[in-house]
């Protein structure tokens, strides 16, 4: 008998089909308690969970005895209690290469649209306003050459760092839990501590996963280190910043503006102050959010299911300690 596994994400036809060939599938639109309630029998037999922006927490496991193995369709698992998964051996699968390209592309359209107004000045030509030649009011700023600040040098950062430095002319500061040969061979990176970064860059990338130590780390104190000149960018996850800090700096003219494409709370309220600001580019977390990229990470869920439900789980594994 096939195991029976939960999908809480559609997944495009093939891939279906390929998931059907491996497993006995229910498909779900959620992982909600009436959800669950209403599938109560198919989430105590599953021994699989494939799918993505949903919390996996202990409640959910604990209706989900048989589970063995959890893949999301993202490369962040913030919203899984790892640890919980952990203590019952419980495989937990992402996908961490195969959007690396596509997201360092849209840290990229955050810098350019931040800095030369890109969503501000179309929206302007789109209301008519575009009627003589355009004055000092319709200028940005420039990004070539100017200094980026990269926060996090992970895969994606890496990637960022490449087309700063051989795309824009851009030198590079980073920092990071540790040391980055390779940034520092290729692109010329060179490691600072936080402070340093903040105080000499012109663009602050943030790519920083959320865990205990980043929630918040980009607080009122922090963003007072950067230039009033700076940009902020963010792609990582949004609790990384204090939103009511960067609010209040983005107001202040402490900052000269940001461009973010994650956020406290998703989707964004339409009352949240940002969408007020003419300095802020908001994004609906398109990250990654291409065709071909969203097809390649949900291959990559399917197939991490089926090797982890196999007992492989030495690529892509977040704990593959604990699973045993
Ligand atoms: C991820 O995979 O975690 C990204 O945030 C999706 O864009």
């Known amino acids: 008998m096939k195991p029976?596994?939960?999908?809480?994400?559609?997944?495009?036809?093939?891939?279906?089909?390929?998931?059907?060939?491996?497993?006995?599938?229910?498909?779900?639109?959620?992982?909600?308690?009436?959800?669950?309630?209403?599938?109560?029998?198919?989430?105590?037999?599953?021994?699989?969970?494939?799918?993505?922006?949903e919390n996996v927490d202990?409640?959910?496991?604990?209706?989900?005895?048989?589970?063995?193995?959890t893949s999301t369709i993202s490369v962040g698992y913030d919203n899984f209690d790892v640890e919980a998964l952990s203590a019952r051996h419980i495989a937990l699968m992402h996908t961490p290469t195969v959007l690396t390209e596509t997201v360092a592309d849209t840290l990229m359209a955050l810098?350019?649209?931040?800095?030369?107004?890109?969503?501000?000045?179309?929206?302007?030509?789109?209301?008519g306003?575009?009627?003589?030649?355009?004055?000092?009011?319709?200028f940005g700023i420039d990004v070539h050459h100017k200094t980026m600040g990269i926060v996090g040098m992970g895969r994606i950062?890496?990637?960022?760092?490449?087309?700063?430095?051989?795309g824009f002319g851009m030198p590079i500061l980073y920092n990071a839990r540790r040391h980055h040969q390779e940034?520092?061979?290729?692109?010329?990176?060179?490691?600072?501590?936080?402070?340093?970064?903040?105080?000499?860059?012109?663009?602050?990338?943030?790519?920083l996963p959320l865990t205990s130590e980043t929630?918040?780390?980009?607080?009122?104190?922090?963003?007072?280190?950067?230039?009033?000149?700076?940009?902020?960018?963010?792609?990582?996850?949004?609790p990384v910043v204090d939103e009511n800090a960067l609010i209040d700096a983005l107001k202040q003219g402490k900052i000269h503006a940001a461009g973010l494409d994650v956020f406290e709370q998703e989707p964004l309220p339409v009352?949240?102050?940002?969408?007020?600001?003419?300095?802020?580019?908001?994004?609906?977390?398109?990250?990654?959010?291409?065709?071909?990229?969203?097809?390649a990470m949900a291959a990559c869920a399917v197939d991490n299911l089926i090797d982890a439900l196999n007992g492989k789980v030495d690529n892509n594994c977040v704990n593959p300690q604990a699973v045993k």
């Not at 929630?215 to 996850?237: E, Q, W």
């Open 58 to 69: 202990q409640a959910l496991l604990d209706k989900m005895p048989r589970l063995r193995a």
């Open 129 to 138: 306003e575009w009627t003589q030649g355009i004055g000092p009011d319709w």
């Open 183 to 207: 940034a520092e061979a290729r692109f010329n990176a060179r490691y600072c501590d936080l402070d340093t970064l903040l105080a000499e860059s012109d663009f602050v990338c943030i790519v």
């Open 215 to 238: 929630f918040h780390l980009f607080d009122a104190a922090k963003l007072a280190k950067m230039k009033p000149s700076a940009v902020l960018i963010n792609a990582g996850r949004g």
């Open 4 to 53: 029976s596994v939960i999908l809480y994400r559609s997944l495009p036809d093939d891939l279906l089909a390929r998931l059907e060939s491996h497993f006995t599938v229910t498909r779900v639109n959620d992982l909600s308690p009436a959800t669950v309630a209403a599938h109560a029998d198919a989430f105590a037999s599953a021994e699989g969970l494939l799918g993505s922006s």
């Open 271 to 295: 009352s949240s102050p940002l969408l007020s600001l003419p300095n802020v580019v908001a994004l609906p977390h398109i990250g990654s959010a291409t065709h071909e990229t969203r097809y």
């Open 157 to 166: 950062g890496l990637a960022l760092a490449q087309r700063a430095h051989f």
């Open 111 to 127: 810098v350019l649209s931040s800095a030369r107004r890109v969503v501000e000045v179309a929206e302007r030509v789109k209301k």
